[in-house]
């Protein structure tokens, strides 16, 4: 008999959904044609990509063309960052003041960091506290004249912690007004699109980002919201596709997949919730010396996150994959990394504690049977891995 396989990685990537994948399917050899072209295959595909973008219009709560399709939100994130300096340098030749916090998506992180280097930004990154989440206090007073940007991610892809996103929108809203410029708050809500209300006007959001692939959607597509009247220069150029503003032939069967992923997005999380904490209660019953990575109640419903003392996480993913469940050290895109997650390290924890994470995150398919295997067959790994490293 085949081995049992047990998908318990869903914050690293999503199966596409069989309805996603049929919507899909004509895009690719029938309704083929170039959106660019004037011809009736093309304008059947430009058409169809209006009317995704205005279906993600209605998940979003904003005009469908404040919607911009990316390659995924790495580009979406890069964008925001880049596209707001580079408009900033060209319209008022400013070095602005960005805000972020330490546990984003290396995605915000890591061009901030170029741009600092560069000594074209100023930049604060927030600590979070032990569970992973933000201070508006600490915010409050990284609020400089020329702050320009606040990027804060909606919820955390390691640990799941979920930032007060509206908190911080109101915040932004009333400073505003008061400012000779405005600061656009952009959110990566990658991670929290399946589960959190993504309305960006409740939000108090300027800007957005996400990704087709975490939500039931296929790879290579995402998109990045961008408020009426905020400004951006292109991060990609060429020939002029999405008024100008993002060139390259257009991803007609991602596009089209990520708007029937989004539609069909259910935030009814309570079944979720119920098997997650299921595995958080076995697993602090059932093993010693563990603790639950990130804030228990400000965390997303598929989410847990356990540092396992004395075991590594690595050797745990990978003793659990030969039994066919599949998890995650750290995020999907640093788990080539050896160096620790920055997520860790921002909550406090010891390279060694770091090291010794593990990610279970849950989806659509995840049964009540598949948390008891895991609950099952966790304790005894635990231990073996321990006697190994002799402590
Ligand atoms: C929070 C977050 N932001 C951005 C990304 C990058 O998304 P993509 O894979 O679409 O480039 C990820 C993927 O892991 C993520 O979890």
Known sequence: ?????????????????????????????QKYGNPSSIHGLG?????????ARQQ?????????????FTAGATESDNWIIWGLVEKLRFQESINPHIITSAIEHKAILEPCQVLLKKGLIRLTILPVNSNGLVSLEDLKKAIKKDTRLVSIMYANSEIGT?????????LIKKLNPKRKHPIIFHSDAVQAANYLDC???????????LSGHKVYGPKGVGLLYVKKGVKLSPLI??????????????????????????????????????????????????????ELNGSFKDRLPNNANFSFKGAEGESIVLSLSAKGVFTSTGSACASHS???????????????????????????????Q???????????????LRKISGR
């Open 162 to 170: 979920i930032q007060p996103i509206s908190q911080i929108g109101q």
């Open 1 to 29: 008999m085949a081995q049992k396989q047990i998908y318990l990685d869903h914050a690293a990537t999503t199966p596409v959904a069989p309805a996603v994948f049929r919507k899909m399917q004509p895009y690719f050899n």
């Open 56 to 68: 993600i219009a209605v998940f979003l709560n904003c005009l469908s063309e404040e919607i911009h």
């Open 199 to 209: 309305s960006v006007d409740k939000l108090g959001l300027d800007s957005l980002s």
């Open 338 to 368: 050896l160096s620790p997650s920055h997520v860790m390290l921002a909550l406090g924890l010891s390279h060694e504690q770091a090291h010794a994470s593990v990610r279970f995150t849950l989806g659509q398919q995840t049964t009540s």
């Open 237 to 290: 150029r060429g020939g002029g596709q999405e008024k100008g503003v993002r060139s390259g032939t257009e991803n007609v069967p991602g596009i089209i997949g990520l708007a029937e992923a989004v539609s069909r997005i259910n935030q009814n999380n309570k079944e979720l919730k119920k098997l997650r904490d299921k595995l958080i209660t076995g697993v602090l019953r059932d093993i010693n010396q563990v």
């Open 370 to 384: 598949d948390i008891d295997y895991l609950l099952k067959i966790l304790p005894g790994i635990i231990a073996r």
């Open 43 to 51: 304008q059947t595909a430009a058409q169809a990509i209006e009317k």
